[in-house]
């Protein structure tokens, strides 16, 4: 596992990002979906504590029944800056996801991968570092465009950056509601990782793998407060 030291400023943290970016592999089309096992991260803060809980729930791919679920809480080891926020994360999305007896196939995260300001969010950093494949998908489009995909199910449209370039895409997981964004973060496809979101949405808009995840993360948070 490639170190994840905490830097200490904010160049460091961009000239991480600037290392480890290279390391990003796009050749490969990942697993197939709706099969093996897939993991979700989530994290939640409590910004009056300085805390930070994260959870990594495991899902059987083909029946989306929980396999194993844990949870870390640390604090929060580096300040809020908007593209770096993979920093505040990360270790403890480590922690949780080392406490894992089970071995995921595919790692899910609530936020971007290739979409991102400097093209390094935190599906690209969390698979890098874990040598896992991993997507990101998010309930907005940061600061890219995209047009409008069709109504259905399935339905798309090109996450497009300022140069033009397709970071992710705007993925319908249900007819009519509002789409999600999915990117590549590490040794996936743009098309398998939009196969694999839509696998794991079958009756809402957002991905079982996050719904756990969220859910799970926001209670041991509130339990690490409840115990002082």
Same mark, same amino acid.
């Given at each position: 596992?490639?170190?994840?030291?905490?830097?200490?400023?904010?160049?460091?943290?961009?000239?991480?990002?600037?290392?480890?970016?290279?390391?990003?592999?796009?050749?490969? $089309?990942?697993?197939?979906?709706?099969?093996?096992?897939?993991?979700?991260?989530?994290?939640?803060? %409590?910004?009056?504590?300085?805390?930070?809980?994260?959870?990594?729930?495991?899902?059987?791919?083909?029946?989306?029944?929980?396999?194993?679920?844990?949870?870390?809480?640390?604090?929060?080891?580096?300040?809020?800056? $908007?593209?770096?926020?993979?920093?505040?994360?990360?270790?403890?999305?480590?922690?949780?996801?080392?406490?894992?007896?089970?071995? $995921?196939?595919?790692?899910?995260?609530?936020?971007?991968?290739?979409?991102? $300001? =400097?093209?390094?969010?935190?599906?690209?950093?969390?698979?890098?570092?874990?040598?896992?494949?991993?997507?990101?998908?998010?309930?907005?489009?940061?600061?890219?465009?995209?047009?409008?995909?069709?109504?259905?199910?399935? %339905?798309?449209?090109?996450?497009?950056?300022?140069?033009?370039?397709?970071?992710?895409?705007?993925?319908?997981?249900? %007819?009519?509601?509002?789409?999600?964004?999915?990117?590549?973060?590490?040794?996936?496809?743009?098309?398998?990782?939009?196969?694999?979101?839509?696998?794991?949405?079958?009756?809402?808009?957002?991905?079982?793998?996050?719904?756990?995840?969220?859910?799970?993360?926001?209670?041991?948070? =509130?339990?690490?407060?409840?115990?002082?």
């Amino acid at each position: 596992m490639t170190s994840t030291k905490t830097p200490a400023d904010e160049a460091e943290a961009r000239a991480i990002q600037d290392e480890l970016r290279h390391q990003v592999v796009l050749t490969e $089309p990942g697993p197939p979906p709706g099969r093996g096992l897939v993991a979700g991260v989530d994290v939640a803060y %409590d910004d009056e504590r300085d805390l930070v809980a994260a959870a990594a729930v495991v899902l059987d791919a083909a029946t989306l029944e929980v396999v194993e679920e844990a949870t870390a809480v640390g604090h929060v080891s580096f300040p809020y800056v $908007p593209g770096l926020l993979a920093f505040r994360e990360l270790p403890t999305v480590l922690a949780a996801l080392d406490s894992l007896t089970a071995a $995921p196939g595919l790692v899910v995260c609530d936020g971007y991968g290739l979409a991102h $300001p =400097r093209g390094f969010g935190l599906a690209c950093h969390l698979g890098v570092v874990t040598g896992l494949p991993a997507i990101g998908v998010a309930k907005n489009p940061f600061t890219f465009t995209y047009g409008e995909p069709g109504a259905g199910r399935g %339905d798309f449209a090109p996450l497009v950056a300022a140069d033009g370039a397709e970071v992710g895409r705007a993925l319908r997981t249900q %007819d009519g509601i509002k789409p999600v964004f999915v990117s590549v973060g590490h040794r996936v496809s743009l098309d398998n990782a939009c196969a694999h979101v839509l696998a794991l949405s079958p009756r809402f808009r957002i991905p079982e793998t996050t719904r756990h995840a969220d859910s799970l993360c926001r209670r041991a948070l =509130r339990e690490a407060v409840g115990s002082g």
